[in-house]
């Protein structure tokens, strides 16, 4: 019972404060929004221990994988991970084997360069389209405007499925694509980006406040000097944010990189190599807990570079339609 009296007594000491938060600000208490409360629902401690709690339920598979990267092959096939702080057994011979081993082990030094260079084009190319793009969209007036952008954003639900095959008969055998390889799997990523890419950055340059681009008009401007002093500054955490979403979907992905690559080595990327590291019967699988670590270095570091534009940018692009 007294536990119950001192939980009513913070709840209403918290509703207290929030009430007089909520004069401060000048809004009646009656008046709060739903998303007001919601979000100091989120913020509370409970909201935060939620929070917490889903991390670490996250983290721990993760943690388990990470442990297994550093154990003995024998090891990893007759005990679970857990059993490593009672039998503390280290090595980096799963590590070496993976980066430098033979073609049917490992050898992701190769691999890992060619994700690069698929990952770093189809990213930089869909934003350097959808940017200008958004910017027709939302800032120049034409005939057919809205008409257009509905059908761009229409071809999201397009799969990607449908456009393998048409693509990969327009790429193959051609002089083009043996003179740039990598060429038919940079335009599907970037075609397959761009609707998503378009309609993010549309909504957050229709934030902008037209009078800046009046402003700017009015100072003599034109278009390209508008866009690129003024939008383009603004719009920097929502082309992070669809960055960082590019990035980890072309990196991380294995159909478009199998179907272009056409089984060769020279332009498969590491998930494709990842995928048949277990061996033709299974026996190598204990290799794929070094192998995923190596491929999850760069979408960590790109992560951990544009987090903070990431909320703000994913927000702002998913409020308007």
């Not at 709840?11 to 739903?34: C, F, H, N, Y």
């Not at 120049?140 to 095959?165: E, S």
């Not at 929502?238 to 991380?252: D, M, R």
């Not at 995923?292 to 979408?299: E, L």
């Amino acid at each position: 019972m007294a536990e119950r009296t001192v939980a009513e007594a913070d709840s209403s000491q918290t509703e207290a404060t929030m009430v007089e938060a909520d004069k401060a600000l000048g809004i009646e208490p009656e008046k709060r929004s739903a998303a007001t409360s919601a979000k100091r629902a989120l913020t509370s401690r409970f909201g935060s221990f939620v929070a917490i709690l889903i991390a670490v339920l996250w983290t721990i598979p993760t943690f388990g994988l990470f442990i297994t990267s550093f154990r003995p092959e024998s090891d990893i096939k007759s005990s679970g991970w857990w059993n490593f702080f009672t039998n503390p057994n280290f090595t980096l011979d799963n590590y070496q084997t993976v980066l430098y081993g033979a073609k049917s082990q490992g050898d992701l030094a190769s691999y890992f360069m060619n994700s690069l260079v698929i990952t770093v084009p189809a990213t930089v190319a869909p934003l350097l389209i959808a940017t200008m793009a958004a910017y027709a969209f939302s800032v120049l007036k034409w005939r057919g405007r809205d008409t257009v952008f509905v059908i761009v954003f229409a071809l999201q639900i397009v799969p990607l499925q449908m456009a393998l095959i048409p693509l990969l008969r327009v790429f193959s055998g051609t002089e083009v694509s043996k003179m740039f390889p990598f060429l038919s799997i940079w335009v599907a990523h970037s075609i397959f980006a761009l609707p998503l890419a378009i309609f993010l950055l549309h909504n957050f340059m229709a934030e902008v406040p037209h009078e800046l681009v009046e402003a700017a008009q009015v100072d003599g401007a034109g278009h390209v000097t508008t866009f690129v002093r003024v939008m383009l500054p603004l719009m920097i955490p929502a082309i992070a944010s669809f960055a960082i979403f590019q990035f980890l979907w072309v990196w991380n992905d294995l159909l478009v990189g199998l179907t272009f690559s056409g089984g060769q080595d020279l332009t498969q990327p590491l998930t494709a190599r990842l995928a048949s590291m277990a061996g033709s019967r299974g026996q190598d699988w204990h290799l794929l807990t070094a192998g995923a670590f190596v491929s999850m270095i760069i979408p960590l570091a790109v992560f951990m570079t544009l987090q903070r534009y990431f909320v703000r940018g994913l927000m702002a692009g998913s409020v308007k339609g």
